[in-house]
């Protein structure tokens, strides 16, 4: 099947730094990539969707200039946390359609800010 | 706005029973319907999908039920394992390439040896 990957797999950080995750389809390409976040015992929330060649569309409630989303090619897009802060811990997946309504998940990345 | 239930959040139950998760969606216009595995601390693993037009699929154990018109799905896992110990996530499409997905809150499975 597709595999998404996700770079890296867990971050430590200070509070005000800024933090990037990659994520990467490894097999195919995808115009479109989706950002989400997840607390502990919760389901994934929608934070954004990347597309290539355009803006990201965030979802309401998401600071679009704290969560920067960059899809710089049809493999790869980048979610860069800036300033973070101890709240924006958190679990954060990417996913890719490979197809019609087929979507398939990175890893995710682990963020834990100091 | 589409909302996805999951019943029950949470099943502990003795190695080798047979049980349903069931899902629910409060808008039948739907793309497909996903069920999806977490292992803690992990990402996604891809369990059945069901495209509107059918009524369910199968894989090994897995069997997935989709009744669009009334807007319910269950997967059900026959003589379930310890390693089937996982949070166990449905998610519904709201159309084809790049539409997203919007997801239940799980339901957390304990299989006990």
């Known amino acids: 099947g597709a595999v998404v990957s996700q770079h890296p797999s867990w971050v430590i950080c200070k509070s005000g730094t800024s933090v990037k995750i990659e994520c990467r389809s490894l097999d195919f390409q995808a115009t479109t990539m989706f950002w989400y976040r997840q607390f502990p015992k919760q389901s994934l929330m929608l934070m954004a969707t990347s597309n290539e060649g355009s803006k990201a569309t965030y979802e309401q409630g998401v600071e679009k200039d704290k969560f920067l989303i960059n899809h710089a090619s049809l493999t790869l897009s980048t979610l860069t946390v800036t300033s973070a802060h101890p709240e924006d811990s958190s679990f954060y997946i990417c996913?890719?359609?490979?197809?019609?309504?087929?979507?398939?998940f990175g890893p995710g990345t682990r963020l834990t800010v100091l | 706005k589409q909302e996805v239930t999951q019943i029950p959040a949470a099943l502990s139950v003795p190695e080798g029973e047979n049980l349903v998760l069931n899902c629910s969606f409060t808008d039948s216009a739907i793309y497909n319907l996903q069920w999806f595995r977490q292992d803690p601390g992990k990402g996604l693993t891809s369990l059945l999908l069901i495209q509107s037009s059918q009524r369910e699929q199968t894989s090994g154990r897995l069997n997935a039920s989709l009744d669009k018109s009334s807007g319910r799905s269950t997967l059900y896992i026959a003589a379930s394992q310890p390693g089937d110990s996982a949070t166990y996530l449905c998610a519904v499409s709201l159309g084809g390439y790049g539409n997203k997905l919007v997801f239940g809150a799980g339901t957390i499975l304990r299989v006990k040896s």
């Open positions: 996913s890719a359609p490979q197809r019609e309504g087929v979507q398939y």
